[in-house]
Structures are given as structure tokens and as C-alpha cells.
């Protein structure tokens, strides 16, 4: 190898491994805490709680929904994501006392779509007490955003 081809290669060897060196980790995710009552937070009334955790295009949910069996109705959480105002995704997580679902149902699942750019960034939740198909008594929505 000649002088010239020698330092060459020195030079790409220590230019890439500076790179390297350099290169920043993946963004970390970050974690936001929620607790949505269905129509109003007493005793009476079903919830759901627990983490989001964001990540590049998408979150994980975890947590639980709470049905209290006070009305012999199911509590039903919804989980609607957005980018921007299009909602691209939703999921919705279901507790009945009365039923083999039981009063506590924990979930984990991931929302959003992992092929679009830029990925989602809020998370809107509501928690209701479903009657029927027409009738709910539900919370205002909270929205987390990322």
C-alpha cells in the first residue's frame, strides 16, 4: 500500500470511528400519568388510570379500567390518537362487575400507526358509564399530548 492509499485509509478509519463516537442515541421516550373518571369522581362512578409512554410514532398504554357495579352498567374506556386534529387510531378497554370481565381489567397496548411520518401526538381519553348503544354518561375528554 503506498503512502498516500495508507494515510487514506488511516484517515476514513479514524473519520468514521469519530462518527461513531459521536452518533446520539435514539430519543428517549417520556411518560405522562393519567386518571379519567367516567362522569364524575366519587364513589359511584367508573375510571381508568395509568401511563402513556411515547415513543417515536406511536404509545404504549398501560393501566387499568375500574367498573364500581354501582349501576350494574359497564365503564368503558376510550383511547382515540391523533396527529395534529386526523385521528389515526383507537382502542377502547372494557370493565363490568357483572359480567366475566370482571370490576378491574388491566391493559397494555400500543397506539398509532408506526408508518406515519412524524407519528402521533396527543392521546385523547374518555371513560364512560355505557347504558346502551345510545346511552352513556361519560367524562369531558382529557387530552395528553406529547
Same mark, same amino acid.
Not at 386518571?35 to 409512554?53: E, K
Given at each position: 500500500?503506498?503512502?498516500?492509499?495508507?494515510?487514506?485509509?488511516?484517515?476514513?478509519?479514524?473519520?468514521?470511528?469519530?462518527?461513531?463516537?459521536?452518533?446520539?442515541?435514539?430519543?428517549?421516550?417520556?411518560?405522562?400519568?393519567? *386518571?379519567?373518571?367516567?362522569?364524575? @369522581? =366519587?364513589?359511584?362512578?367508573?375510571?381508568?388510570?395509568?401511563?402513556?409512554?411515547?415513543?417515536?410514532?406511536?404509545?404504549?398504554?398501560?393501566? =387499568?379500567?375500574?367498573?364500581?357495579?354501582?349501576?350494574?352498567?359497564?365503564?368503558?374506556?376510550?383511547?382515540?390518537?391523533?396527529?395534529?386534529?386526523?385521528?389515526?387510531?383507537?382502542?377502547?378497554?372494557?370493565?363490568?362487575?357483572?359480567? *366475566?370481565?370482571?370490576?378491574?381489567?388491566?391493559?397494555?397496548?400500543?397506539?398509532?400507526?408506526?408508518?406515519?411520518?412524524?407519528?402521533?401526538?396527543?392521546?385523547?381519553?374518555?371513560? @364512560?358509564?355505557?347504558?346502551?348503544?345510545?346511552?352513556?354518561? @361519560?367524562?369531558?375528554?382529557?387530552?395528553?399530548?406529547?
Amino acid at each position: 500500500m503506498s503512502g498516500f492509499t495508507g494515510r487514506l485509509a488511516v484517515s476514513c478509519l479514524a473519520a468514521c470511528g469519530a462518527l461513531a463516537i459521536t452518533a446520539s442515541p435514539a430519543a428517549a421516550s417520556s411518560k405522562q400519568d393519567f *386518571d379519567v373518571c367516567a362522569y364524575t @369522581c =366519587s364513589s359511584n362512578s367508573g375510571f381508568t388510570y395509568g401511563t402513556i409512554t411515547w415513543y417515536n410514532r406511536t404509545a404504549g398504554i398501560t393501566g =387499568s379500567v375500574w367498573d364500581n357495579g354501582y349501576k350494574d352498567v359497564p365503564t368503558v374506556a376510550y383511547f382515540e390518537a391523533y396527529a395534529g386534529s386526523v385521528k389515526i387510531d383507537s382502542e377502547t378497554r372494557t370493565a363490568n362487575t357483572d359480567t *366475566d370481565l370482571g370490576a378491574v381489567r388491566g391493559f397494555n397496548f400500543t397506539i398509532g400507526d408506526t408508518n406515519l411520518v412524524g407519528g402521533i401526538d396527543r392521546i385523547k381519553i374518555t371513560a @364512560c358509564e355505557v347504558y346502551s348503544a345510545t346511552q352513556r354518561l @361519560c367524562s369531558a375528554s382529557v387530552n395528553y399530548n406529547k
